[in-house]
């Protein structure tokens, strides 16, 4: 049975500052998209709730005072792992921000790897360090290689690019094996129609070498300013080239500190 969604953005908050960028990025996103935002705490042992309520009251004003979004909060108790994923798809959330110094730096607030917390959630998820959302999402990385399926990865790509009157620089792996380049080829064209139907500005560059994707990736991002990175995380999608475990964990937690989408390709919508 399929997720019903809602123009919902769901942001976990622990109340550190890496939290409160994530917050600050979702505020901007759904005023932009027109988004109601939910923040969620799920509380451990170390505050009273009565401090815990003062500190979302607080989140929650700053928001309304600051933009036109309308905006709450939750708090909940339990596993904060399964907390959020069931958050997210009982209140039918569209999108998740989620705020984290890196693949290690989320343990104390997860109690599991990020990387898991991600790809196991039930909505597209933004990993937000501590790169402020400044004029917004005007720049986006797009990687093409071995799809399967890359229909979501264009429509959020088209939704945020229409939002925030974006380019999207699209960036291919090329590779030695006839077939699999075969199918980037198609993959390549059908994505650059789509854009092009839709009237989104972009560009193609394509990488000097099948090996190392991830890291020309970066590199490319950081080259042109990028704002955000929209990747799957399914290993099916993969080129057997790498692992795409590793590579999507360098892509997430990249050093340049840019925001990435990290989309779940057996979600619909």
Request: proline share 4%; charged share 20%.
């Amino acid at each position: 049975m399929e997720n019903e969604f809602n123009n919902i953005v769901l942001v976990p908050t622990d109340f550190s500052d890496i939290c409160q960028n994530a917050i600050d990025h979702g505020t901007e996103i759904a005023e932009y998209l027109n988004f109601k935002l939910v923040v969620l705490h799920v509380i451990k042992e170390e505050l009273p709730k009565d401090v815990i309520i003062d500190n979302l009251q607080n989140i929650i004003h700053n928001i309304k005072k600051n933009s036109n979004v309308q905006a709450e909060f939750l708090i909940k108790e339990g596993n904060i792992f399964n907390e959020i994923h069931k958050t997210a798809t009982d209140i039918g959330a569209k999108l998740m921000m989620l705020g984290t110094h890196g693949k290690k730096g989320l343990q104390y607030l997860f109690g599991s790897h990020a990387f898991k917390v991600i790809t196991k959630s039930p909505v597209p998820t933004i990993v937000v360090q501590k790169k402020g959302f400044n004029k917004g999402y005007k720049k986006i990385v797009f990687p093409i290689n071995d799809f399967t399926e890359a229909r979501q990865q264009v429509q959020w790509s088209m939704l945020i690019a229409k939002s925030f009157g974006s380019e999207i620089l699209i960036f291919q792996q090329p590779h030695k094996d006839p077939g699999i380049a075969s199918k980037i080829k198609i993959a390549s064209q059908q994505i650059e129609e789509a854009f092009n139907n839709n009237g989104i500005k972009f560009e193609i560059k394509i990488a000097d070498k099948a090996s190392d994707f991830a890291d020309q990736l970066i590199g490319y991002a950081v080259s042109n300013n990028a704002d955000l990175m929209v990747i799957m995380t399914s290993p099916d999608i993969f080129s057997p080239d790498f692992r795409s475990g590793q590579w999507s964990e360098e892509i997430m937690f990249n050093k340049a500190q840019i925001p990435v989408m990290c989309i779940n390709p057996i979600l619909t919508g």
